[in-house]
């Protein structure tokens, strides 16, 4: 199958999905993810903000916080750009660039000093390569990053055994999925 292909059936699957099972995966891939050694010497961690039925960070964030992580997030620009912003408590949130919610004021933290970035995908594969929405943007971010570990979040439905890809093409360092 293609790119395209793949993303197409997969997006449909996480549309389609019921709510009640998205939040019951999203919480084993929670505790999944809490139980890790990388998450646990995180002092810095980039999450993404769910929507259209990724696995559900919201949960992941609020803990992650209240454990005295610095929660990054991301704030997409124009050309493929993302910056990494800090999400306090009470930070606003509005719509962005296609429609994914961030940060109303942007507080910028250093990429050097992210520890690790957990990362969405339409698609994982066994290595830890990554199938996104195809614009282009976290594999031109974890390009920059070579220091922070990647987490990929994924359900179960988006673990294949191989994905098509490209030099551009940036893997996770490992995918967790329930």
């Known amino acids: 199958m293609t790119k395209e292909q793949i993303r197409n059936r997969i997006l449909l699957r996480l549309k389609t999905q019921k709510e009640e099972e998205r939040e019951r995966k999203s919480k084993i891939i929670k505790e999944k993810l809490f139980r890790s050694s990388i998450f646990k010497k995180a002092k810095r ?17 609020k803990e992650a916080q209240n454990l005295g992580k610095i929660v990054a997030v991301p704030v997409c ?37 992210l520890d690790l970035v957990i990362v969405p995908g339409v698609a994982f594969d066994k ?4 199938l996104g929405r195809g614009k282009g943007y976290y594999d031109c971010f974890l390009s920059k990053i070579p220091k922070a570990l990647s987490i990929g979040l994924a359900f179960d439905f988006q673990i294949l055994p191989a994905l098509p ?3 551009k093409d940036v893997s996770v360092n490992r995918a967790i999925f329930a």
């Open 127 to 130: 290595r830890g390569n990554r």
């Open 165 to 167: 890809i490209t030099t």
């Open 45 to 61: 961690v980039m999450f993404y903000i769910s929507f259209d039925g990724e696995v559900n960070t919201k949960e992941m964030i």
């Open 77 to 113: 620009k124009k050309k493929r750009m993302m910056l990494p912003c800090v999400l306090g408590r009470k930070t606003k949130l509005k719509k962005g660039l296609y429609g994914i919610y961030q940060p109303a004021i942007e507080r910028l933290i250093n990429l050097k000093d």
